[in-house]
């Protein structure tokens, strides 16, 4: 039942709710060199995300220069790194739990505020198709585990092995010491995130992972979090975000810069904003990375990060360039 049927019908009744580094994980990303400086530069359309995902904003960047809506955009650009068997922390191929078992996290929202979700989902290799899915096709916002399998199921995807002889086999690595470490840069570079604004001044993001590698069973991060791993306003902006993911679910994160936004700072103080107050709660520990990216309604970009090596792809009429954050600390 679609969703709008679904609520009119339900209001007439109411009459009467760590590993080897992934560096190659971007498919050898666009040679486009790293830009130098940082851009506020306002221009749309753009596409816009977090890390060297070239291929990604390409997708998206297709989609949105043929005259395509955001929504479209973001959905088939974060479907490229979905479907790369080489990105071990994004998909089919991603990096298992701790049991073996490969669960993935996706979250979209489109420019009214409507949003779909799906958590922990097994055997499902675009966990962004079925996030829209509900989004689209449910009166609900969030599926986890078996229900979004399910779910999945019903709607016409297959299931698939989503654990490759590479993962197997780095698991199984990692299984001789059994030591759970992010390691900044490169066990944090889980996520890919994207935000895109298209023709007519609209904005919609999307976000999935396979999560943390070796993560416990049932460990869920901030990318499938409306508030925490995205959110979008169509009247101010949206942001995305990239690492540790329990520290931005206990910031709202993407939430907070978009009001930051909203009280009119630009993007880039409003990344800055939101990482400083990560700091603050995490005064005697700086040991791991976490990456916001924003975008405003005019199509200004800001980008910021805790330790240096975080980057941000934006393509725009002007170009595909890969920037590089600034961040926190300095070494």
């Not at 078996?146 to 993962?167: P, R, V, W």
């Not at 805790?306 to 600390?329: D, K, V």
Request: proline residues 3%; negative net charge.
């Amino acid at each position: 039942m679609k969703r709008r049927k679904f609520i009119r019908n339900s209001g007439t009744v109411a009459a009467g709710i760590i590993s080897t580094p992934l560096l190659a994980s971007c498919n050898e990303k666009s040679k486009t060199p790293l830009k130098t400086s940082n851009t506020t530069e306002a221009v749309i359309p753009i596409a816009i995300c977090t890390w060297d995902f070239g291929n990604a904003t390409a997708k998206a960047w297709e989609v949105l220069k043929a005259g395509g809506n955001a929504l479209d955009a973001v959905h088939q650009g974060v479907m490229v790194e979905e479907n790369d068997l080489n990105n071990n922390t994004v998909g089919n191929g991603g990096r298992p739990d701790r049991d073996g078992h490969v669960t993935l996290d996706a979250c979209i929202m489109d420019k009214d505020g409507n949003c779909g979700a799906v958590l922990a989902m097994e055997n499902i290799a675009n966990p962004i198709s079925v996030a829209r899915k509900v989004m689209e096709e449910t009166p609900h916002v969030m599926l986890a585990g078996k229900g979004a399998e399910q779910f999945a199921y019903e709607q016409g995807f297959e299931k698939t092995d989503l654990l490759t002889e590479k993962s197997k086999q780095d698991w199984l690595e990692w299984k001789k010491t059994s030591e759970y470490k992010p390691i900044i840069n490169i066990e944090n570079h889980d996520t890919i995130g994207m935000l895109a604004i298209d023709k007519n001044g609209d904005i919609a993001g999307a976000c999935t992972t396979s999560g943390m590698a070796y993560k416990m069973a049932g460990r869920v991060g901030d990318s499938p979090i409306i508030g925490a791993g995205l959110f979008v306003d169509n009247e101010i902006g949206g942001a995305t975000a990239t690492g540790v993911g329990e520290e931005v679910v206990r910031t709202v994160g993407s939430f907070l810069i978009v009001e930051l936004m909203r009280q009119g700072k630009s993007p880039q103080e409003a990344c800055e904003e939101g990482v400083k107050r990560i700091i603050a709660k995490n005064k005697d520990k700086q040991d791991f990375q976490i990456g916001f990216i924003a975008i405003n309604k005019k199509g200004e970009t800001g980008g910021y990060c805790i330790h240096p090596g975080f980057t941000y792809r934006t393509y725009t009429e002007n170009g595909h360039i890969n920037n590089p954050s600034e961040s926190y600390l300095e070494y």
